[in-house]
């Protein structure tokens, strides 16, 4: 099987860490300080840059337990359960996807201020088609444009950092309070985005050589250096342009370049600014797709997306996911760029609430796990700074102008993730599956002639040929639609083993055989259903099974006990759907006949195959005999 290449070092991650953290932020936040709090937004970094440091930390003690390519979800998984990782995966996948598409846009916006939305929507798309290619042909290729960028976008302040510095003027800064306190705290608010991030880099864990080391380091020395730069850089800003002018600038950086270079330079940096924004929009791109994967591997998304290019080692179905997914956000919101904006914060404020939590629990319950290294003060600081991150969400909801609505939207987006949670469970789990069929048994019975229609009862029987007289296993039963057919079929010299992962299922059976005195029916519940032949099934003449395929956790160990029980020339029949009401594909080996053929054929089996269109899905029907 093949697996991500470790091809990242520690130079090379630090800078994708830069280029993933300083985002955008830097490029328009320090305007907008200013604007707050005049030149006291100096305090407002300075105090975002502690409490960001001290993030990173939390990040680096994680990725050090599990350097996997899950991040984020992997935490929430050790610290919490399937249920709170998948909906912290899944609100990192939506803000993730949310924000490719929005910064993509807005870049194009910035560099072409005009009203033309096919054309910016088209070149977003090109970008992001081109984006996502670079990432399928493998992280080395990746790795370099992320780098390109990373040079790129601390190019740019240092060319803006070094000139303010040489022509510093103090009398910028004064009066340096010029607002209330509070405006410092508001400016703090706005300015926080500058540091998020950290997640972007701990996806490429499996990529990243000695991650355990590598990434902690990368981490809190990226936000390190990024706080000094946002901070200098503040500095320099405002001593080159007094506050009042610098906070109305809606091109910050456009201003410096003429201020420093000449009006001239205002276009070269707009490009420059453009490409950074670009830059940051690509690291989210190379990074989301390993989330996918990670969610994938443990079922808990489709699990086709769980495989590896074989050449370049990439997870290039998450990644063709992706492409689609971003493209189709880039039109559904072309209106509401601004609100969806808007509403990543309290998105990203949740999920590293969660990470925060995660520390603390896991500095409880999983002492022993092996931490090269460990924030200071783990057990208390982690919740200090949570108070601080619910502090700004509840500053969000005042001040923001319909921040409530944002905040319904954002929420209506989570939620939007349990019934998918419950339908992965169900597709994937077979303890949840065996939950759920016990708690619907009556509904399925109720609807039988739905799910297993007559038309498809006479071919399943008729592929499976004459078998009168002989011992049926009827693997996987459900509410005895298909058993009652069988029971008429074999007659009274006949004998069926009808086994079923659901209890209430075979309670329903077993009453259905009684009312109508089949007593050459033997009903089986198997809580191993989804990897075994039960144990108390003899030898048969004949296999049949409806609808199992898909919750067969191990299908060579099943197919091998059902080759230990037949003879030769015995008959094969397997119905299945082609996907699960056409929301969720089938198993992945579903997909292809030859694949099929061959599984089947290593277990003994020869076996043709035939798809045939239903209510909302497609049937697959195996059929065939032992060799």
């Not at 935490?75 to 990782?85: I, M």
């Not at 600081?381 to 949570?386: A, E, I, N, T």
Request: with cysteine; proline share 4%.
């Amino acid at each position: 099987m093949s697996k991500l290449e470790k091809v990242l070092d520690f130079k090379i991650i630090l800078l994708i860490t830069i280029n993933a953290i300083m985002g955008t932020g830097i490029f328009f936040l320090p305007a907008l300080g200013a604007q707050i709090a005049g030149p006291a937004s100096i305090i407002s970094w300075i105090i975002i840059a502690i409490i960001s440091i001290y993030v990173s930390m939390c990040f680096a003690e994680l990725v050090s337990m599990f350097p996997k390519a899950g991040g984020i979800y992997e935490y929430a998984k050790q610290a919490f359960g399937r249920f709170t990782s998948f909906i912290l995966g899944w609100i990192t996948i939506v803000a993730g996807n949310i924000t490719i598409a929005m910064l993509i846009v807005g870049a194009i916006q910035y560099l072409l201020p005009v009203n033309a939305p096919v054309a910016k929507i088209s070149i977003s798309i090109m970008f992001l088609i081109i984006f996502n290619y670079i990432t399928y042909r493998g992280m080395k290729t990746s790795s370099v444009m992320l780098v390109a960028f990373s040079i790129i976008t601390l190019g740019t302040l240092i060319s803006l950092i070094i000139p303010g510095l040489i022509s510093f003027h103090p009398e910028n800064l004064k009066p340096f309070y010029v607002f209330p306190s509070s405006a410092i705290l508001l400016a703090l608010f706005y300015i926080q985005e500058t540091f998020f991030g950290w997640e972007t880099t701990t996806f490429l864990s499996e990529e990243t050589k000695n991650p355990e080391k590598v990434i902690p380091k990368a981490l809190i020395l990226g936000t390190v250096i990024i706080a000094i730069i946002s901070i200098v850089f503040v500095i320099t800003s405002i001593s080159t342009i007094p506050w009042q002018l610098f906070g109305k600038s809606v091109a910050p950086l456009s201003d410096l370049g003429g201020a420093h270079f000449g009006e001239s330079a205002k276009d070269v940096f707009t490009l420059l600014v453009y490409l950074a924004i670009i830059g940051s929009v690509a690291g989210w791109i190379v990074s989301a797709p390993r989330l996918l994967l990670a969610m994938a591997r443990d079922r808990l998304f489709i699990t086709q997306l769980a495989s590896i290019h074989p050449k370049y080692k990439t997870p290039h179905k998450a990644i063709i996911f992706q492409t689609f997914l971003t493209s189709a956000l880039v039109f559904i919101g072309a209106g509401a760029y601004q609100t969806l904006l808007l509403m990543l914060l309290p998105l990203v404020l949740v999920m590293y609430s969660a990470v925060l939590i995660a520390l603390v629990k896991l500095r409880f319950t999983k002492p022993k796990v092996k931490r090269p290294f460990k924030a200071p003060l783990g057990k208390i600081l982690p919740l200090v700074v949570l108070v601080i991150l619910v502090g700004m969400l509840v500053m969000w909801l005042l001040i923001e102008e319909n921040a409530f609505s944002l905040l319904r939207l954002a929420f209506s987006l989570i939620f939007l993730g349990i019934p998918i949670y419950f339908l992965l469970e169900l597709y994937y789990n077979p303890k949840a599956l065996r939950k759920t069929y016990d708690m619907l048994a009556h509904v399925t019975l109720a609807t039988e002639r739905v799910s297993l229609p007559l038309s498809i009862r006479k071919k399943t029987l008729d592929l499976l040929g004459d078998i009168k007289g002989k011992t049926v296993l009827e693997f996987g039963c459900s509410v005895g639609t298909l058993t009652m057919h069988l029971a008429q079929a074999v007659g009274k010299k006949g004998k069926i083993y009808a086994t079923d992962i659901s209890e209430k299922d075979i309670e329903i059976v077993k009453k259905r055989l009684k009312k109508y005195h089949q007593t050459h029916v033997k009903a089986i519940h198997d809580s191993d259903h989804h990897k075994q032949v039960h144990p108390s099934v003899p030898n048969c003449d004949h296999v049949v099974s409806v609808g199992n395929l898909a919750h067969v956790n191990n299908i060579h160990q099943v197919l091998k006990h059902m080759s230990q029980r037949l003879k030769k020339k015995s008959r094969i029949v397997f119905v299945d759907y082609e996907k699960f009401f056409d929301l969720i594909p089938n198993k992945e080996w579903l997909d292809k006949d030859e694949t099929i053929k061959r599984i089947f054929k290593n277990a003994g089996f020869h076996v043709d195959i035939q798809r045939k269109q239903g209510l909302a899905w497609r049937y697959i029907f195996i059929y065939g005999e032992k060799n």
